[in-house]
């Protein structure tokens, strides 16, 4: 009978600790390798350099780029945003030339992220343009396509593009269907939580590529009109 005992007690044992193993692996697969582009130098940045910008991290290569950055940030605005991107600081909401749905089979990577336009025209002229063109048309009308809100404000899960509602002209997006509900009844609750209510990041941005670039305005036009 011992014996018999002794050997259920160690399968037990042995159950557990593979039990735990696994977990373990699991964890280690879910977590994703850290993977975001120096703003300053184009080199890998690391989770050791950053710092705190509008509410958000911003990676560097070394000790040497923050500084660099912090002299003249606006120079490097839309290496920082695609970095936000790279580090799901910010999310993709709409085509970036167009404003429209996304179709997952554009998408193309940009750095470290992925980028899905509405039609395969978007995603055309955006790969015809040059390295730094690119960019300029991807945040040209930056609230349009991506937002900084990145977590539901309700549950604090990362956020579902389609689940939104409009609160004082501007959208705010949840996990789920289930959310907005508890946002509506108390919104005050909730607007601390939500960048888009704090300093105007995303108008700001939106505001300031619009008056520099007045071609990417016409691009935007000239897309809407080749989705319809």
């Known amino acids: 009978m011992k014996p018999l005992l002794c050997v259920l007690s160690l399968a037990v044992a042995l159950a557990a600790t ?13 977590k994703k ?18 710092v705190e910008y509008r509410g958000k991290k911003v990676y560097f290569c070394c000790e040497k780029c923050p500084k660099a950055f912090a002299q003249d940030p606006k120079k490097f605005k839309n290496n920082v945003l695609l970095q936000l991107l790279e580090t799901a600081q910010m999310v993709q909401v709409g085509c970036p030339l167009s404003g429209g749905p996304t179709d997952e089979e554009t998408a193309v990577e940009v750095g470290h992220a992925k980028v899905a336009f509405c039609c395969e025209k978007c995603q055309g002229k955006f790969k015809q343009a040059s390295d730094e063109e690119k960019l300029k048309l991807l945040f040209a009308n930056l609230t349009k396509a991506f937002t900084l809100q990145s977590e539901c404000p309700v549950s604090g899960k990362p956020i579902n593009p389609k689940a939104f509602v409009e609160h004082d002209g501007k959208k705010v997006y949840f996990c789920c269907e289930g ?46 009109e080749e989705a319809k």
């Open 179 to 224: 959310c907005p509900k508890a946002f509506t009844a108390d919104p005050e609750k909730y607007l601390a939580k939500l960048p888009q209510f704090q300093d105007d990041d995303e108008q700001d941005a939106d505001e300031e590529h619009e008056h520099d670039d007045h071609e990417d305005d016409d691009h935007e036009d000239e897309a809407k």
């Open 33 to 50: 390798e850290f993977q975001a582009t120096c703003p300053v130098s184009g080199g890998p940045a690391t989770e050791e350099n950053s």
């Open 18 to 30: 593979s039990r735990a193993v696994m977990a373990d692996e699991s964890a280690a697969a879910e």
